[in-house]
T-cell receptor, first 112, second 115 residues
Framework: SQQGEEDPQALSIQEGENATMNCSYK?????LQWYRQNSGRGLVHLIL?????REKHSGRLRVTLDTSKKSSSLLITASRAADTASYFC????????????FGDGTTLTVKP | EAGVAQSPRYKIIEKRQSVAFWCNPI?????LYWYQQILGQGPKLLIQ????????DSQLPKDRFSAERLKGVDSTLKIQPAKLEDSAVYLC?????????????FGPGTRLTVL
């Protein structure tokens, strides 16, 4: 089974609203990453957060990590239609460094 | 900087036929990954190379799938013979080195349809 599981599976919001996606995982990790995938394209790396970090920002993205709950969240503020995509979390387990395990993603639709 | 290149972009074959995919990673990237992404799911790692050695191929169906990375640069993934359930996007990714930094750079993928 996948290490990371995203929630919700699908999210639909209006442009300008914030979007929050969550990721839960099972085993201890070295780091957790979020990727975006536009329809029919490859994945694009968004942000990496290490296990000793609790929060990271990159532009309109904010990622939090709670290792005690084995969960992470990705917040996209002031969403745009161009943010419409699937978002995946990927975890690098402590026991298997360098191997990222992906969840099945959250599909975000931002309506103009 | 050029990204990860993959070819072909699309391939349609009949079951029991053979198919091969090619990947050229970003120059200088030691680690190369092949993923299978079935529609509606996340990428699943098939095989991971460090230079030209295999690091992890535990999820590669070795009775029909094979992969190589000669000279530690380009890589090919082959399916022989293909089954209907092999219909998926095959993604190649590369990263600077194995382990802890984690960021992978993905190619556009090859969409395989098996009829």
């Amino acid at each position: 089974s996948q290490q990371g599981e995203e929630d919700p599976q699908a999210l639909s919001i209006q442009e300008g609203e914030n979007a929050t996606m969550n990721c839960s995982y099972k085993t201890s990790i070295n780091n957790l990453q979020w990727y975006r995938q536009n329809s029919g394209r490859g994945l694009v790396h968004l942000i990496l957060i290490r296990s000793n970090e609790r929060e990271k920002h990159s532009g309109r993205l904010r990622v939090t990590l709670d290792t005690s709950k084995k969960s992470s969240s990705l917040l996209i503020t002031a969403s745009r239609a161009a943010d419409t995509a699937s978002y995946f979390c990927a975890t690098d387990a402590e026991t298997n460094a360098g191997k990222s395990t992906f969840g099945d993603g959250t599909t975000l639709t931002v309506k103009p | 900087e050029a990204g990860v290149a993959q070819s072909p972009r699309y391939k349609i074959i009949e079951k029991r036929q053979s198919v091969a995919f090619w990947c050229n990673p970003i120059s200088g990237h030691a680690t190369l990954y092949w993923y299978q992404q079935i529609l509606g799911q996340g990428p699943k790692l098939l095989i991971q190379f460090q230079n030209n050695g295999v690091v992890d191929d535990s999820q590669l169906p070795k009775d029909r799938f094979s992969a190589e990375r000669l000279k530690g640069v380009d890589s090919t993934l082959k399916i022989q013979p293909a089954k209907l359930e092999d219909s998926a996007v095959y993604l190649c990714a590369s990263s600077l080195r194995l382990a802890l930094l984690g960021e992978q750079f993905f190619g556009p993928g090859t969409r395989l349809t098996v009829l």
